[in-house]
């Protein structure tokens, strides 16, 4: 039977009270990247007006109406200071994880090297499966340097030996030259490689939440579906928009989620509702949804 549990508060005090020793398939997380800004989304809505003030597709014009604006700081002092909050979740997510699960850190280029070899310290150097790159093409154009429009995803398998890979659950990707393989493998797609080409989370889309750093269900379905199996319990205790919760809840997996931001639980407990997530506060009692409304 499919248990999923959100909770409120501190994730390292959480981490060590209540997960136990090896009982989690499969773990990811996206923490603060430590960009030194404020992080900020703001919600849009667009309309088809031919006096609107955006053209998009085929050259038909949009008004665009604002939402609402959500923010967050992401600042430590240092790099070190980031690392030093980092190394106990990385060394309570090794304890936790089942003996063949593995561990995704989702992360940017500023911070990626000097996870990677707290990491490899960590787990060792022989876990280290994979960088993947999740690559996209959205935002501003910087003119003094190449402009960065990708993420970091280090993959670690506890057991480099023995872990979970299911290859006939990935889904395939147009090829980007079809012409030259024939019908019946163009018809039937490609397998991805380490490099993932896929969109971010639109701001006028159907699937935005308006939390500020949501990753796309496409990319943690990938994850999910390959890394993990049918009743499996999948853990994410940097939990933001609750992006891994759902792509779990949706491929019939168990998710504990964590977080300490009241938006965040309020957003995790809107898009899961009706999956029966059960809430618990920093106190450890369960509450009921509307106690954080």
């Given at each position: ?27 990811y997380i996206d923490p603060p990247f430590n960009t030194g800004k404020h992080q900020q989304r703001t919600e849009i809505e667009v309309k088809r007006d ?139 797609g490609k397998t991805p490689t380490d490099v993932w080409w896929h969109t971010i989370v639109s701001t006028s889309g159907s699937e935005k939440t308006g ?83």
């Amino acid at each position: 039977m499919l248990n999923h549990r959100l909770y409120y508060g501190d994730n390292l005090a959480i981490l060590q009270e209540y997960i136990p020793d090896e009982s989690v398939n499969l773990i990811y997380i996206d923490p603060p990247f430590n960009t030194g800004k404020h992080q900020q989304r703001t919600e849009i809505e667009v309309k088809r007006d031919t006096q609107g003030d955006r053209i998009g597709f085929q050259g038909k014009a949009y008004r665009t109406r604002k939402g609402k604006t959500t923010r967050y700081a992401d600042r430590f002092e240092s790099s070190d200071d980031y690392l030093q909050f980092l190394r106990p979740r990385f060394e309570e997510a090794y304890r936790v994880l089942h003996p063949h699960g593995s561990f995704f850190l989702h992360i940017d280029y500023r911070e990626v090297h000097y996870c990677k070899v707290m990491l490899d310290e960590i787990f060792g150097r022989a876990s280290f499966m994979n960088e993947i790159i999740w690559a996209y093409d959205y935002g501003g154009r910087a003119k003094s340097w190449w402009p960065p429009k990708h993420d970091n995803i280090l993959w670690y398998a506890k057991n480099p030996e023995c872990y979970t890979f299911n290859f006939e659950e990935m889904d395939r990707i147009p090829y980007m030259a079809p012409g030259l393989v024939g019908e019946a493998k163009a018809a039937r797609g490609k397998t991805p490689t380490d490099v993932w080409w896929h969109t971010i989370v639109s701001t006028s889309g159907s699937e935005k939440t308006g939390y500020p750093t949501q990753k796309p269900l496409g990319v943690l379905n990938r994850i999910v579906k390959v890394h993990s199996s049918p009743d499996d319990t999948l853990l994410d205790f940097f939990a933001g928009s609750g992006t891994f919760g759902e792509a779990a809840a949706l491929h019939n997996r168990s998710a504990i989620l964590i977080d300490n931001n009241v938006p965040a639980i309020k957003c995790i407990m809107d898009r899961l509702g009706t999956y029966s997530i059960e809430l618990v506060n920093a106190d450890y009692e369960v509450l009921s949804a509307h106690a954080i409304e």
